[in-house]
């Protein structure tokens, strides 16, 4: 249920919407909007008997709120969100791009990556230094001392710092440490770690599972949501089909729904979408003509010697060229390279 207060309701009656809603045990959720606050009410299982409410002053409206997913849904909020770091805004009317390693290797890769990165306009360095690999007998990442790494990377150049988070264990530190928390595909569902991150003071960057529907992905943004973190960044980076051709099938396809059912910003993710350097570029390009807010790009010094995921990495000269193509096609579009 969504309660729309009057555009001249006070702070005041608003406060007493918010008690009324605790008051029946459930949460209340107040958004202020451009003209007016309205106030999700989350935790009912039936409906919510709308006759408490509706007769409280500045009380405009009830909305039923039909979708599954309640706070992630544009039923609840219609205008766009806009994802706040401080180095930059992720949101309508921008094509924010994310880039770096695959992992975090070493101080020198990752301040010479941070370094290129800012004069290329790029505010936000992603890097992992904890990695979800699929053997056991590969690169873990460097873990805490990774994050040492990027604390220093954004101390020395000013970037912000995306970097994943695989259990609640490290969640502190991986607070501490990023500007934008990484929630990997293989733990879109781990609902442990969701509810962790719904407490942090970080957005989230929640990556879609690699089986998961749109339904499924807007239920793991409400995790969040619900826990009370409304900063959440989706991205799609692929899903598992029967193709040979790819790593995974980047699912371009996705966008245009996720927008229409949610207001959250969706970042597209070509280099675990097509796991091949080559395939990089072409996706990406459509992937800003597609709607999407941004990209996440695997961008590294020396892709041939990474520890992870150079296939798909692009060097310095192929991530330079891709933001030529990509400022030519902005322009039309009427978005901002970020
Ligand atoms: C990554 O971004 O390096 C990563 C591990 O991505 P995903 O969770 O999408 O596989
Ligand atoms: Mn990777």
């Avoid at 001249?8 to 107040?30: F, G, K, S, Y």
């Avoid at 970097?163 to 609902?191: C, K, P, S």
């Avoid at 991150?197 to 969040?224: C, D, H, N, Q, S």
């Avoid at 692929?238 to 051709?245: K, L, M, S, W």
Wanted: with cysteine.
């Amino acid at each position: 249920m969504l309660v729309v207060m009057d555009s001249h309701a006070t702070p005041e009656q608003v406060d007493e919407v918010v008690r009324a809603i605790r008051a029946m045990n459930l949460a209340a959720h107040p958004m202020p909007g451009a003209t007016r606050t309205a106030i999700g009410i989350t935790g009912n299982v039936g409906a919510v008997d709308p006759r408490t409410l509706e007769v409280l002053p500045g009380v405009l409206e009830l909305i039923r709120v039909t979708k599954p997913f309640k706070l992630a849904s544009r039923e609840m909020h219609e205008a766009d969100t806009v994802v706040r770091t401080p180095q930059t805004v992720i949101g309508p009317g921008t094509f924010t791009l994310i880039a770096g390693p695959c992992s975090v290797e070493n101080e020198d890769m990752i301040l010479r990556t941070a370094e290129y990165l800012m004069g290329r306009g790029v505010r936000l360095l992603r890097a992992g230094a904890f990695k979800p690999r699929t053997s056991p007998y590969s690169f873990q990442g460097m873990g805490l001392e990774g994050l040492k790494i990027l604390e220093k990377a954004r101390k020395k150049t000013g970037i912000g710092i995306v970097t994943e988070l695989m259990d609640t264990d490290n969640a502190g530190a991986v607070e501490d440490a990023a500007d934008v928390i990484q929630i990997g595909t293989r733990n879109m569902q781990n609902f442990s770690l969701l509810k962790r991150v719904a407490k942090a003071r970080k957005p989230v960057l929640l990556k879609r599972g690699m089986a998961a529907t749109l339904e499924e992905w807007l239920m793991a943004a409400e995790y969040v949501m619900a826990g009370g973190n409304y900063q959440v960044i989706l991205c799609e980076r692929g899903v598992r089909t029967f193709n040979d051709h790819s790593r995974n099938t980047l699912d371009l396809s996705v966008i245009p729904p996720a927008k229409k059912l949610s207001h959250l910003p969706i970042l597209v993710d070509p280099s675990h979408g097509t796991g091949k350097r080559d395939y990089v570029p072409p996706m990406a390009l459509a992937a800003l003509a597609a709607g999407a807010d941004g990209l996440l790009l695997e961008v590294h010094p020396d892709p041939e010697h990474a520890q992870s995921d150079g296939a798909q990495s692009l060097s310095f000269p192929g991530f330079e060229k891709l933001l030529e193509g990509l400022r030519g096609l902005a322009g039309p579009l009427q978005k901002q390279i970020q």
